[in-house]
């Protein structure tokens, strides 16, 4: 099955038209026809299947056949975390986060981030091309980035956990993340998060966890928290 996105597609909708760039996609690069059937979402939790009643290669309209709503998952996955100096890192952690089950993500800038601007716009393609690969209906949200000091004052409810590499006492990770519900996990920058952004992370709350005895790079850390909650949560 091949996946098609639509973010202003809704339930109550009977007739609606691609976006451009999947309208071409689909007509020029796939020569669909009008009377063939595609699937589709909205990155909200639904799969549509539709049937093509123009097949324009700039704005391909069709109607929807049949609505399908998926449940979502038992927890809600936030994780912050600092870009990686090779961006090309970070848009790897970007796809496969996506592919395992994370629901939001926002770029931390730290004090030893190396890299501090970020192309949203292309971290939401990889997100989008990420979502409809997997064949998942669920397009995670993606913050702008903000700073570090910012961000810990913010109000973030649910279990907040912040993962470094420090000497402090910390619990492993699938000992807190099992309970669902709302989870927040920092993630720092190559160089990990200083001394005074961890005593401020504890300071609002934020419980220190380990991902194991290796010391990981800021991808592979992420991507290992993703795994981590979705194994031990079912999802």
Same mark, same amino acid.
């Given at each position: ?157 649910? !279990?907040? *956990? $912040?993962?470094?590499? @420090?000497?402090?006492? /910390?619990? %492993?990770? =699938? ?8 989870? !927040?996990? *920092? $993630?720092?920058?190559? @160089?990990?998060?200083? /001394?005074? %952004?961890? =005593? ?10 380990? *991902? ?24």
């Amino acid at each position: 099955m091949q996946l098609f996105y639509t973010p202003y597609l809704t339930e109550q909708d009977s007739l609606f038209q691609f976006e451009p760039e999947e309208s071409r996609h689909i007509v020029k690069v796939l020569r669909k026809k009008e009377g063939e059937t595609l699937q589709a979402t909205n990155g909200k939790g639904y799969f549509f299947s539709v049937r093509i009643v123009e097949a324009h290669p700039k704005h391909c309209k069709a109607e929807v056949v049949s609505t399908q709503k998926q449940p979502g998952k038992s927890y809600r996955l936030h994780l912050a975390v600092a870009p990686t100096k090779n961006n090309v890192r970070y848009e790897w952690f970007l796809e496969k986060a996506t592919e395992i089950g994370v629901d939001e993500i926002t770029p931390l800038i730290c004090k030893r981030s190396e890299r501090k601007i970020i192309k949203a716009e292309r971290m939401e393609k990889v997100l989008e091309a990420a979502m409809k690969q997997s064949l998942r209906p669920w397009l995670p949200s993606l913050n702008q980035a903000v700073p570090y000091s910012e961000f810990i004052k913010q109000d973030h409810g649910g !279990l907040k *956990l $912040i993962a470094h590499c @420090g000497e402090d006492e /910390k619990t %492993e990770l =699938k000992s807190q993340v099992g309970a669902a519900g709302d989870i !927040l996990i *920092l $993630i720092g920058p190559e @160089g990990d998060f200083t /001394k005074e %952004e961890i =005593k401020m992370a504890h300071s609002m709350g934020f419980q220190p966890v380990s *991902l194991g005895e290796a010391r990981l790079r800021t991808e592979t850390a992420a991507l290992m928290a993703v795994a981590t909650v979705a194994v031990v949560n079912g999802g």
